[in-house]
């Protein structure tokens, strides 16, 4: 059964669906945060068949529209992590009230930067009972851009190697801008001097996506990691372009392992072979085999009747 829903948080209202099995007995929850830029509560059509194979299996799923996004409220591009993150934990707090699920066995789920944002929503709390990143990188926002970038140009026909090495160079000189906070002229005029295959992407870019991007690029999830207090499912797609899938398992692994992290807080780690940014194959058009399964009997096991 889905129910349009809306909740607010520090003036924005929020809209997304909410999506409750069948059955009288309330019900575990998951609240399903999307990727970056204008993501809705369907995170286009990534979410919709991970939320009914969810929801055949007995678990209640709210997601939402991001912030100036559909029915929502607000605007994304003037949010910071932090206010993101606290949506998040707002709509963990709509989601627990609800009579037909079960208050203390509602968990996180964050796609990419979703991950970003689920990862310091539970670490500012000591009620989360579990946390999923999927393609959620472990590194920061300037280092996962350099990134993908690398690998979009190195897929451009006809770009050489010293080509590709001008564009991080001058990538890297932007995102030094950035820690300058220079303004949104002096960003684009250090992208354009000398021209380099990077121009092209940072001519994309307008003043407002400036703003937030030097905002967020130094966001380190590391330290949200290791202040969690609950155990944290961390899902990849080998073959992702966007996020550098083995540095992040081995910053993820080295936040688990840090003498501080709490003994609640497990790590454990999926990584789908020839699976993309969203963890699916055959072009995109399927999830990755065993995906659904692997990722539902991971939240079962965590939603007992202990989390009542």
């Not at 998951?30 to 990534?46: A, E, F, L």
């Not at 684009?188 to 030097?214: C, G, N, Y």
């Not at 807080?265 to 072979?273: D, Q």
């Not at 993309?276 to 007992?304: C, E, F, K, N």
Request: negative net charge; glycine residues 10%; hydrophobic residues 40%.
């Amino acid at each position: 059964m889905a129910e349009n829903v809306a909740f607010t948080n520090a003036g924005v209202v929020l809209a997304g669906t909410l999506t409750l099995p069948e059955g009288g007995a309330p019900a575990p929850g998951v609240v399903m945060v999307g990727g970056s830029g204008p993501s809705d509560r369907d995170n286009d059509t990534h979410f919709p068949p991970i939320r009914r194979h969810l929801v055949d299996a007995g678990i209640a799923v709210l997601s939402y529209d991001k912030r100036g996004v559909g029915e929502s409220s607000g605007d994304w591009l003037d949010a910071t992590v932090d206010d993101l993150a606290s949506d998040a934990a707002a709509a963990l707090d709509f989601l627990r009230a609800r009579p037909e699920v079960r208050g203390g066995a509602v968990g996180l789920f964050g796609h990419s930067e979703g991950g970003w944002v689920v990862l310091r929503a539970a670490a500012l709390r000591d009620d989360v009972p579990w946390v999923v990143t999927n393609g959620g990188p472990g590194t920061t926002p300037a280092v996962q851009d350099r990134y993908a970038l690398a690998n979009a140009l190195r897929r451009t026909e006809g770009i050489t190697d010293e080509e590709v090495d001008a564009a991080l160079a001058g990538y890297d000189r932007v995102v030094e801008a950035g820690r300058r906070d220079a303004d949104f002229a002096e960003a684009l005029r250090i992208a354009q001097s000398p021209p380099t295959a990077f121009s092209e992407h940072a001519a994309e870019v307008d003043e407002r996506l400036w703003a937030f991007l030097k905002r967020k690029q130094d966001h380190d999830p590391v330290p949200d990691a290791v202040r969690l207090r609950c155990p944290h499912l961390a899902l990849f797609g080998a073959a992702d372009d966007v996020v550098p899938v083995a540095d992040s398992v081995q910053l993820f692994t080295a936040a688990a392992c840090h003498p501080d992290r709490d003994p609640r807080a497990g790590l454990a780690v999926g990584v789908f072979p020839g699976a993309d940014h969203r963890v699916r194959t055959d072009g995109g058009t399927r999830l990755a085999p065993g995906y659904l399964d692997a990722l539902t009997r991971w939240i079962t096991d965590r939603t007992d009747d202990r989390g009542a």
